[in-house]
């Protein structure tokens, strides 16, 4: 088989599963198998496939025909313009996560925040995007996740990026704090939010539940976080959120003194996001 059979199989193959960009993700599939650039394959396009590399270059095809996220079989995401490590143990971050990341930089940099917490770090873009957006602020990062494969993820990435200022916690929530005793400026967290027992579009159905569902309800992870970030007198909290959460994070903020409550959109013009400010 040629470098060209192989992009027309898996073409036709992904073609007749649905997937949307069929010739774009064969072509990116044997561009792993063979870790060479996607020009390489129109350059050799005569080139014979070793066996080795046409039996991986398969697997990978069958795996992607049942609907296994592209990102988890390649290894790499892209993310506010850089390209991420992940695997099965972590979400895939999402575009919407970049608005996240902007509305954070606007309050790091408009209140003058060095001790920034997250809690759920997951394969750690947000912290890291962050910290690669404001290089000279004198910024420390404290991040945590009960998930071991999260952490994993986190420190491939800081040490792809050679980020030096995020300090890692297997820890629920901000547990850790408890011996670290630090006085956090900003609170962020990307958490589960989904209500238990919804039903979900089947590539979801490869990423970790944990890192999904939030509870019977779906909100009662944000609304552990913001009572933490209340109790801790965190002066600011952002977090992402379920488009259909903004009335339930109304009412909780009710009985919560705190000086502004805001909500942001996402690309779709849903809500995704809100600002507190204690």
Request: a negative charge; hydrophobic letters at 40%; charged letters at 25%.
């Amino acid at each position: 088989m040629t470098l060209k059979e192989a992009i027309d199989f898996g073409a036709y193959t992904l073609k007749n599963s649905q997937i949307q960009r069929p010739r774009l993700e064969s072509e990116i599939l044997l561009s792993h198998t063979l870790n060479q650039p996607r020009i390489y394959l129109h350059s050799h396009s005569t080139e014979e496939l070793s066996l080795f590399h046409e039996m991986l270059f398969m697997d990978l095809i069958q795996r992607r025909k049942n609907l296994e996220p592209i990102e988890y079989i390649i290894n790499k995401v892209s993310f506010y313009g850089k390209e991420f490590y992940v695997d099965r143990g972590v979400l895939i971050p999402r575009p919407e996560t970049e608005i996240l990341v902007d509305k954070a930089r606007n309050i790091i940099t408009q209140n003058n925040c060095k001790n920034i917490a997250e809690i759920g770090i997951g394969s750690g873009i947000i912290s890291i995007m962050l910290a690669l957006l404001l290089p000279n602020s004198n910024l420390n990062f404290y991040a945590s996740d009960i998930i071991p494969e999260a952490l994993f993820n986190t420190h491939v990435n800081l040490e792809k990026f050679k980020i030096s200022n995020v300090k890692l916690y297997k820890s629920a929530f901000l547990d850790f704090n408890k011996k670290e005793n630090i006085t956090f400026d900003l609170l962020i967290s990307n958490p589960p939010y989904i209500k238990k027992g919804e039903i979900l579009p089947t590539p979801l159905s490869f990423e970790p539940q944990k890192a999904l569902f939030g509870g019977e309800r779906g909100d009662e992870i944000l609304h552990q976080i913001i009572k933490l970030a209340y109790e801790n007198k965190i002066p600011h909290l952002i977090c992402e959120m379920g488009y259909n959460q903004r009335e339930s994070i109304e009412n909780l903020m009710q009985n919560i003194p705190h000086q502004k409550l805001e909500f942001y959109q996402d690309l779709a013009n849903l809500e995704r996001g809100f600002i507190i400010d204690f």
